[in-house]
């Protein structure tokens, strides 16, 4: 007797329980509701875009003789990119014939003349930036194409441009061992994001 009334309980329980869960399931699915949302979430990404000008023989010297020189300005542009760059400069040079007359060219780089700078480079006189061979013991002109900043980098905010001197001369020193040598630079510009790039 006990036994059944014990299982009368326990099946009222259950069906209590399951009463309640079927309430609150129908409370549940009766409330009001609503939804906003938030578009047109876009984004781009900026850009980093170094020009030069000229982009071809900006110091050439053809017959050059001991004590023979030449100079010319080279501008340098941070557009159409759309962010703060800075820049690093480097050099390699050939040796076809063994004679080593890049490491006998010295090489000076110079901002734009301190004096008259509607005529960029005449008087060289602006700040030095490089003095060298023509292409350095380790290619690196003015500062470092190593991420973030390094001695020497320049920099250039969105749109800006700015005008390098760059001077090649044969010393007066040289040696008849050098007669009839050549060789070919290439400057390298390397540029990179200032935002977010210590």
Not at 154 to 171: D, H, I, K, Y
Request: hydrophobic share 40%.
């Amino acid at each position: 007797m006990e036994e059944h009334g014990l299982r009368r309980k326990l099946a009222a329980t259950i069906v209590a329980l399951l009463a309640f869960l079927v309430f609150m399931t129908i409370g549940v699915l009766a409330v009001f509701t609503d939804q906003a949302t938030v578009t047109a979430n876009a984004f781009t990404t900026g850009t980093i875009d170094i020009g030069v000008n000229p982009t071809s023989a900006l110091v050439s010297f053809t017959g050059m003789m001991p004590g023979d020189s030449v100079t010319d300005d080279l501008v340098v542009t941070n557009q159409p990119g759309s962010g703060a760059l800075r820049y690093a400069i480097s050099s390699t040079a050939t040796d076809p014939d063994s004679k080593a007359l890049k490491d006998q060219l010295a090489l000076v780089i110079k901002t734009i003349d301190a004096t008259a700078p509607a005529t960029p480079c005449d008087d060289f006189d602006g700040t030095q930036l490089y003095s060298g061979d023509l292409d350095s013991p380790t290619g690196k002109l003015v500062g470092d194409s190593s991420q973030g900043s390094q001695a020497g980098d320049r920099s250039l905010g969105t749109g800006a441009s700015e005008t390098l001197c760059f001077r090649v001369s044969l010393p007066l020193s040289t040696g008849d061992a050098f007669q009839n040598a050549s060789t070919t630079a290439t400057f390298t510009f390397d540029a990179e994001q200032t935002a977010n790039n210590p």
